[in-house]
Every structure is written in C-alpha cells, then in structure tokens.
C-alpha cells in the first residue's frame, strides 16, 4: 500500500483530517462529528486507517433501540477492516459493525449527481453506504481492492484471531474475476494472476 507509515504515523496522531489530505479528498464529518471522536477507543493496537467517510445504513440487529429508520454512520477503512460507527442521539451509547478482510470478495463505487455509494460485496450479501460524500466513495473503493489484492498476492497476514481458510484455485479465480470486472485490476494483471493459478492446479 502506497503511504503505509504516513497512513499509520497519521493514524497513531489520531489525525483524521491529514490521512483524508493525503487521498486528496477533505474530512467529511458531517453527521459524524460524535462518531470521530470515539474513533480511536474502537481500533485495535496496530489497526492502521486508510480512508474515512460518513454514509446512510439502515438500521440492524445492534442498532440503538432510539434510533429510527435510516442513521448517519461514520465509514472506515482501515489495514484489518471495514469499521462502522453510530453514535446514538440521546445518549452516549454506540453501535460498531465490522467486516474483516478476509470476508470481502469486492468493494465497489457508484457516483450520482451529489453523493455516492460504496458496496462491499461479501458473497452471500452485500454491505451498502449510501448517500457518502461523492469524491471519497472511488477513494474507498479504489484502496480497498488494491490492499484486498495485496493481502491475497503477498500473503499478509491475516488479523489476530482470524482462522486461515485454504482457498480452492477456482474459489481464487472467481474472487480474480470479480476483481477485474469490477476495474480493480488491469487486464494484463488479470492475465498474469489467472496463469499464475492455472499452473498451480
């Protein structure tokens, strides 16, 4: 990942707003202001943040019993992990959400007029942020996919605690042919990764 140390030194200074300078887009807080301020009480030791949005998600199982309909929730993509955040209203409680690396086959963009959406396709469903600040959803996305690339082709390590599941070549292609469907890889990478496979069957 380009700018890994600035991306953690950043981090470490709990300096959102230059991280968000650094992928040439400004610190979209709106909304969120509560949700940034707990940040750093849910990251773990080492959990590095590359990218930062706010976004609509409609309510789940852990979301606050006050809360109603669609809430603002602060987006964050981070070395480990996507991590959601919402603060509730009236009181000081917070609902987090996270999907681990290891669980997205993809994340992708779309852009309207105003605003955009990201979607972070898990396979069996998908995980959608709308109404985010338009410029920031092709920076999540695009970082994204290029750190999911790296933990696959580089072997990183996977977070604590998570178990390690051997892939079957044909489930590495298919997370390979969704990649590139959705523009995260080149064809000659495409090419290159598909050969790279095919030879180890």
């Known amino acids: 990942m380009d700018n ?13 707003e230059s991280i968000c300078v650094l992928n040439g887009v400004e610190l979209d807080s709106f909304g969120t202001k509560k949700e940034l301020k707990v940040l750093p009480d849910y ?3 080492d959990e590095v943040v590359f990218a930062l949005t706010s976004g609509i998600m409609e309510q789940s199982e852990t979301s606050n019993a006050l809360d ?31 999907i681990r690396h290891d669980r997205v086959q993809a994340v992708s963009a ?13 396979g069996s469903r998908t995980v959608v942020i709308d109404n985010c600040t338009k410029a920031t959803v092709p920076i999540i996305a695009s970082l994204a996919n290029k750190w999911l690339k790296e933990i696959q082709e580089k072997g990183f390590a996977q977070p604590s605690g998570a178990k ?3 892939e079957s070549p044909i489930d590495k292609l298919e997370k390979l042919a969704k990649l590139h469907s959705l523009g995260a890889l080149t ?15």
């Open 164 to 166: 390690t599941v051997e």
């Open 68 to 98: 109603f309909g669609t809430n603002t929730w602060l987006v964050v993509l981070t070395n480990d992990r996507f991590l959601f955040i919402d603060s509730a209203m009236l009181t000081k409680s917070v609902d987090t959400q996270s």
């Open 4 to 16: 890994f140390d600035k991306y953690k030194e950043y981090t470490n200074a709990q300096d959102w």
């Open 43 to 45: 990251l773990e030791n």
């Open 187 to 201: 064809e000659d990478e495409f090419k290159e990764a598909k050969g790279k496979i095919l030879a180890s069957m």
């Open 110 to 122: 779309s852009q309207g007029w105003m605003f955009g959406k990201i979607i972070v396709d898990l």
